[in-house]
Nanobody, 128 residues
Framework: QVFLAESGGGMVQAGDSLRLSCAASGFTSGNHAMGWFRQAPGKERDIVAAISWSGGNTYYADSVKERFSISRDNARTTVYLQMDSLKPEDTAVYYC?????????????????????WGLGTQVTVSS
């Protein structure tokens, strides 16, 4: 069974940086695309960034382009989200997600329905 555990959230001021980590366990076979989502109070859960199994393809929501960077380690069991120049509107619970296993590197997954596994989330609060 796949488990995802996020860490690295916290309370920072506008302009600061944070690095979120997502440790995955239970990847026994197949390739898993992964992504980061966020959900602010009263709003839907939206995609922030996505990365393919190989790490060669990435996607960013317009609101975080040029500020956030997604990456994964060589073992492909940890995914990172480097967040720079944080803004108050980035305040949300950030969730890590993994897609279903695929026999090949099937690219990135953008839509929420494409993800099968979810972490419990980590809170990011940015004050002005």
């Amino acid at each position: 069974q796949v488990f995802l555990a996020e860490s690295g959230g916290g309370m920072v001021q506008a302009g600061d940086s944070l690095r979120l980590s997502c440790a995955a366990s239970g990847f026994t076979s197949g390739n898993h695309a992964m992504g980061w989502f966020r959900q602010a109070p009263g709003k839907e859960r939206d995609i922030v960034a996505a990365i393919s199994w190989s790490g060669g393809n990435t996607y960013y929501a317009d609101s975080v382009k040029e500020r956030f960077s997604i990456s994964r380690d060589n073992a492909r069991t940890t995914v990172y989200l480097q967040m720079d120049s944080l803004k108050p509107e980035d305040t949300a619970v950030y969730y890590c997600a993994a897609g279903p296993p695929s026999p090949m590197d099937s690219g990135i997954i953008i839509h929420i329905s494409g993800y099968k596994y979810w972490g419990l989330g980590t809170q990011v609060t940015v004050s002005s």
